[in-house]
């Protein structure tokens, strides 16, 4: 299975732009890029996915480098809900499965 | 749309008694997860249905762990006998599909699971 690096933690100002970096060397062509978030005490809650093209919803953004090797989630404006770990995952289109791994903790200062 | 519901919250028990958890996913989705996460392991997937058939309960830790789902609003996962290592945080998801290109899981708010 192609894995993914992030960086253990990162903090951040209110209102301020975050970018959470996930490295993925070994995606195959087929893999889609998946984010999820879990606040604390709740279940994890899907962000946004893509495969090469960048991609907008109104929770984030996604940057897909053009090699794919790597990704980024940009939140453009730091709120104090958004504090909550962040997961990079790849997918194959048919894969059922999310494997988690151990996120990105975002620290938001007020 | 109310979302995962999942109950209950919490949940204390002694070790060896029979713990049931539920879920009830949403309306028209085909696929149900159950995942635990503990500090540990993080989240595992446990077990994956499809239309209300199980497909993989690769995840499912022992035998002491069963779940079903009799119809496509509800599904159980129960331990029984419970142990202390069973402690951890159990969470639902659900999916119109589980394929990956065009959809997130929708989790539910988790049931967080104490054997004493």
């Known amino acids: 299975d192609a894995k993914t690096t992030q960086p253990n933690s990162m903090e951040s100002n209110e209102e301020e732009p975050v970018h959470l970096p996930c490295n993925h060397s070994?995606?195959?062509?087929?893999?889609?890029i998946h984010w999820y978030r879990q606040l604390p005490s709740q279940g994890p809650e899907y962000v946004i996915h893509?495969?090469?093209s960048n991609v907008n919803n109104r929770m984030a953004s996604l940057a897909i480098a053009e090699d794919r090797k790597s990704s980024t989630l940009i939140l453009h404006r730091a709120t104090l809900r958004d504090a909550a770990v962040y997961y990079c995952?790849?997918?194959?289109?048919?894969?059922?499965?999310?494997?988690f791994g151990a996120g990105t903790t975002v620290t938001v200062r007020a | 749309d109310a979302g995962v519901i999942q109950s209950p919250r919490h949940e204390v028990t002694e070790m060896g008694q029979e713990v049931t958890l539920r879920c009830k996913p949403i309306?028209?989705?085909?696929?149900l997860f159950w995942y635990r996460q503990t500090m540990m392991r993080g989240l595992e997937l446990l077990i994956y249905?499809?239309?209300?058939?199980?497909?993989?309960d690769s995840g499912m830790p022992e035998d002491r762990f069963s779940a079903k789902m009799p119809n496509a609003s509800f599904s159980t996962l129960k331990i029984q006998p419970s142990e202390p290592r069973d402690s951890a945080v159990y969470f639902c998801?659900?999916?119109?599909?589980?394929?990956?290109?065009?959809?997130?899981?929708?989790f539910g708010s988790g049931t967080r699971l104490t054997v004493v």
């Open positions: 249905f499809n239309n209300n058939v199980p497909i993989d």
């Open positions: 893509g495969l090469t």
């Open positions: 070994t995606i195959s062509g087929t893999d889609y």
């Open positions: 995952i790849l997918r194959l289109p048919n894969d059922y499965k999310l494997s």
């Open positions: 998801a659900s999916s119109p599909t589980p394929r990956a290109f065009n959809y997130g899981y929708t």
């Open positions: 309306s028209g989705h085909n696929s």
